[in-house]
């Protein structure tokens, strides 16, 4: 039967630039822009491409400026959900993790913003991983601006 290559969504790049930081993250590696795919996401890596997100380099894949950036605000915003969802609402393991994948995608950046502040710009996620800072960290802001007004 033949595979059908079906056209990458918004979510789908969101998911493969995930995963790429998570594997950084788990091989040592301090994920940055220009960092190298690893090699086992090189398939993923080729869906990136055309959206600038990552560049071919030598027999592999490298991050774009835009690509870091995109799988920064990502992952922020899935352990920013993450802590949220357990210090607040007292969720944890697969509910936690379920909702705060749902969330990452949905998150805007004011909205994380807003969720760091609330939370008092937490640097770790649950599992003790690193959240990366956002503007409103180094400006050390402490007032939330409203999400809803009338």
């Known amino acids: 039967m033949e595979e059908i290559c079906r056209p990458c969504t918004r979510e789908d790049l969101e998911e493969i630039l995930e995963e790429i930081w998570t594997t950084l993250e788990l091989q040592g590696e301090t ?11 090189s398939a993923q890596a080729e869906r990136l491409v055309e959206g600038g997100l990552a560049r071919p380099a030598g027999k592999g894949f490298i991050l774009t400026d835009q690509g ?14 993450e802590r949220l969802l357990h210090d607040v609402l007292n969720l944890h393991s697969e509910e936690m993790e379920h909702s705060a994948c749902r969330y990452e995608h949905m998150l805007g950046s004011e909205a994380a913003d807003s969720i760091c502040i609330l939370l008092g710009h937490p640097r770790t996620c649950p599992h003790g991983k690193v959240i990366p ?3 409103c960290c180094e400006a050390g802001e402490t ?3 409203p999400l809803v007004v009338p």
């Open 31 to 41: 994920p940055a822009a220009g960092s190298n795919v690893p090699p086992t996401l």
């Open 68 to 81: 870091f950036r995109k799988a920064k605000e990502i992952i922020r915003s899935h352990r920013l959900a």
């Open 133 to 135: 800072p956002g503007d």
């Open 143 to 145: 007032l939330l601006r």
